[in-house]
């Protein structure tokens, strides 16, 4: 079963919003992971939080985590019609669960 | 930077054919999986490797079996194709983290496939 439950499933926004996405887990991580996919490609490992780490900062990424709410938050601020792509977490521990993912469309 | 690769990016056969989808990493990573990828699915994971002609399980594993004879290398098999198993398989391979959890792990570009 997918642990990682990523919200919302699609969102639109246009060049030069932020765009923030969501995710929940159900057990305890060692880390937390999150993944682009541009369409029909690989996924591209974009960011890891530690369990121990709040927030991380990574170009125009900004990544929090709550474990006492098991969530994290992905920021992507100004966005550009290159960061079209969907957006996976993943859990990271003894085992590595991904979400199904945001898709996530920025209009020129 | 790490290089995946998997041997096809697209591939069509047929009901009850043999398949072998290879893939092959560069950097030295004890771990290796393969995932398939349906909409609104996410990725399911099939099976994994943490070491040569090592294999687990994972989530999916029916009618799949794989193989890894070398470190590089983890091969996925599909003894008798079905269409269930239309989809994008995706390879991927890690590093072992502390206390031998699980860290980033780096994409091949997938593999279509497709069975008639």
């Known amino acids: 079963s997918q642990q990682g439950e990523e919200d919302p499933q699609a969102l639109s926004i246009q060049e030069g919003e932020n765009a923030t996405m969501n995710c929940s887990y159900k057990?305890?991580?060692?880390?937390l992971q999150w993944y682009r996919q541009n369409s029909g490609r690989g996924l591209v490992h974009l960011i890891l939080?530690?369990?121990?780490?709040r927030e991380k900062h990574s170009g125009r990424l900004r990544v929090t985590l709550d474990t006492s709410k098991k969530s994290s938050s992905l920021l992507i601020t100004a966005s550009r019609a290159a960061d079209t792509a969907s957006y996976f977490c993943?859990?990271?521990?003894?085992?590595?669960?991904f979400g199904a993912g945001t898709r996530l469309f920025v209009k020129a | 930077d790490v290089k995946v690769t998997q041997s096809s990016r697209y591939l069509v056969k047929r009901t009850g054919e043999k398949v072998f989808l290879e893939c092959v990493q560069d950097m030295d990573h004890e771990n290796m999986f393969w995932y398939r990828q349906d909409p609104g699915l996410g990725l399911r994971l099939i099976y994994f490797s943490y070491d040569v002609k090592m294999k687990e399980k994972g989530d999916i594993p029916e009618g799949y079996s794989v193989s890894r004879e070398k470190k590089e290398r983890f091969s996925l098999i599909l003894e008798s194709a079905s269409t269930n198993q239309t989809s994008m398989y995706l390879c991927a391979s890690s590093l072992t983290g502390l206390r031998g959890t699980y860290n980033e792990q780096f994409f091949g570009p997938g593999t279509r496939l497709t069975v008639l």
């Open positions: 993943a859990t990271g521990g003894f085992k590595t669960i």
């Open positions: 939080i530690r369990s121990n780490e």
């Open positions: 057990t305890s991580i060692n880390n």
